[in-house]
């Protein structure tokens, strides 16, 4: 049953390292965005919105690996059969 | 029984790799929002809001990782058959 | 059944170290934007234009590798027999 | 026993890289902290509120890896199984 | 059928870590931009105009991994051949 | 007996790695601290409760690792089997 | 076949890593460009035609990977000799 | 006997990475306060002591990791018996 | 024929490796070029003449490497005999 | 004997990780003490106190790595019987 | 024939390794050369020898490692032994 | 004989690793103190005495290594009956 | 034969890793003598010489790999033998 | 003969990390000391004295290196027998 070995592994990698780097990236853009805010509180709003574009577009990409991760998990056409095989076994 | 060993390894390395990145990149946004009161105190509503909402974005990254890591140790469709697997070894 | 193990780990790895990288990729520019904004404030809109073309283009990079996982995963030409070989063990 | 090793392993990487991550990212968070409290001694009160806020949520990453070591080493579902099979050995 | 194998491995790593590279420097291009156009709105133009250029070569390389990734999944000379092996195991 | 080495390593690895990264970051916030006290000498009573502060979270984050090293070494449930196991031998 | 298993291999690595390098330095010199221009717009005509010509250098490093990249999987002159032998096989 | 190489590869790696982040930790605080007593010499007392207070805390870290270690060469449970079946070999 | 993997996987990798550091390192010329005509745009000549003798010879850094990628392919004494021997396998 | 050769191995990578940290946390500390003592030469007796209590601090911390690399290439318990085994091998 | 497989891997690796270093190594000069002529362009023809110089001793570096690979695939003691091995294989 | 084999790569790693961190850190307290006299000549004394004990005292941990490494070369208890053993083997 | 192995790998290593670091360590040192020159174009001549001579002291570090090299190539005494076992295998 | 290939890697690998490391120190002393003489030329005594210790206290940790290099290619007490036993093989 290697293959669920392989796809579980895949699907904690998967997650791990893209929450680790937008994460990373989140703190970028965050930091950059609080010291704008504070030399210049007037812009506050324009900065927020771009923010909040900024971040989500960030946290899309971990949510693509989230989605890889789950289908690793629930939706892998050969995990049917594979767990099946497990069962069988 | 590699199946078990496997998921509860990527369990282990997804929230400690995210919990890694996480922690850098709130510690990043933390940093700028602390230089940012400091220098104009007067934004440090502002600045506070906007710093909730960018830590927990980047806290929501690391929750996606646990949602794996529970995932893998309680909710996958093969662990059942695993662990049974396991008992009547 | 090797192959469908290297097909989910390859998915997760490509879409787990494209996010890391686009993710940091987003961040630096997110953050340059950021302070771009708060000190010019009337050139908000001119950035806000720019910055979602940069990072549309940082998106389709990573969007590259979900297209790559999504094809190990459901398309790859020798999938099929894979699985069928896989059901047929 | 495989599980049970690698379930130990899992434990302690997981709570040991988050660590590292999340001490880096509050030793940034705190750096900003004292420069700014040292740059604006009036603003300290805000300052501190918002840095506990701050290290408590990078505190918090870290303990959810510690709570899934702690269920690797305790409360997996698989855990009992493994160690009564240990015992009959 | 350890060449289907390397075959996906090797495409999943060449778009990842393409991206991964690339996602890096257009975010630093784009941070550079970011900056130009806030410290003058004038020139935001010239700015775009070579932004969009250097986006667009860093693109290509990015894409040029793409294309290998896509020929080791699709068009491999040997890959015909093997997926009629894995058909007749 | 493997069992023993993976908790052996793992505890040690555990210890190992929190306390490099916890060392740099306390690193950083000292640091800091110090820049802090000696550009306002007259704000040293509020930066030292504070790096007090964040020290001893950082401190926790590294005590959390030792107590699950602790575990690993001295409480896991599955440990007395083991040795029992290793002693019949 | 290991021949073939290693030659698309290294495929994929050397497109991916020479994209992954050459992506950072071509972002390295497009942020110094943009921050150049905006310096100094008049000067935005030498900047664009030195700017392509580095750029035009990086990404011939590029291309020479793609290019051991392609005779790697269509011209190396084993590769005849080990399809024909999986066919055979 | 892998139980005492486990151990002592374990207490080498735990106390080595320790030691190297430590003193990398103990470094960067080190140079802030030689930093900071330059630029206000008044100032040095109490950045004296807030100076060893730091150190000290970076020191406990690397003296959890040398408890670990020393636990693993001589107080680890499971150890005396290893070491009789060793002499028994 | 383990020769001509390792003769594919040599060429790929010192490719690879040797455009991703002179990548980067064109990158970093590139970067103060621009930034040097933007400062100074009458030294343009000059900054432009260097600038390709530079560039050229970290140019020449990757030929190297590719000769012994192209020499590791084509004209390497074993090459023959390891064909030879693979026709004959 | 694999019991020798693991304490060797970790003999010499503690000691060799350990100074690796350490000097560079040295080089740290030297180096704001340089710094220091140049912009104010009058502090230097009261730099270089504290330069060498943070210097003798580091170097503590080598120390233990070097006490750890000593017991288990001198002192470990199990060392004696190995030997002896060795002898009568 | 581990022996060629060896050789062709030192060979790849030695130029790409260096090749990645120095390619730096020559940006890093360049870079400075290119800031130094914009700064003062008066002295470019002094920087531009003393460039040459500097870029010319990197290059030797990466010589080395050239001859030591050409030396590896053409030159080594043992190279004809092996081949004429390989042949009569 | 792994027991040698593993004291020289020990060794070899021990001695290698201590230097290249050493070296950094003495290069970095080099800089430092080349800083320092060019800005104030006159402190030129003092610099140099701090920075010969600073260097002395990174020296020290290399030597440490050092010691290691000659130890587990020359004066290991296990080495004798280890090299005897290869005489009669 | 794996002797010839080792010392080719090992051969190619080390040239390789220290062209590697030789190089971005004088691209440090070249990069510090352009600024400086442009800086002061009258203490040209000092800088020159001194940057020979610390070039010449890097290179030297570099050759000492070199030597290591050739020595594993041509003169280690065990070489010999090692080829003429291959011609009489 | 494990031996003899262990202590070639070893040799290799530590003059090669060795040298590495110590490139980039006396890389970065050499640039403190180049953009020292052009901040203050008549300081350029002093600077070079002490650039030269500091480069030779560097060059010294790299000449452990490759004193402990050569012990293991010619003094290392295990190698007559080892060649005297690959003689008789």
Known sequence: MEFLVGS???AG??????????GIGQGLGLSG???????????AGKIQVNML???AMIE???????VVALILMYAHPALKGA???LGGH
Not at 33 to 43: F, T
Not at 60 to 66: N, T, V
């Open 8 to 10: 579980v592994w895949a």
């Open 13 to 22: 990698l998967a997650i791990g390292i893209a929450a680790f780097g937008c």
């Open 33 to 43: 965005a609080m010291s704008g805010i504070s030399r210049n509180p007037e812009a």
């Open 53 to 55: 574009i900024g971040l």
């Open 60 to 66: 899309s990409l971990c949510i693509y690996a989230l």
């Open 83 to 85: 767990i099946a095989a």
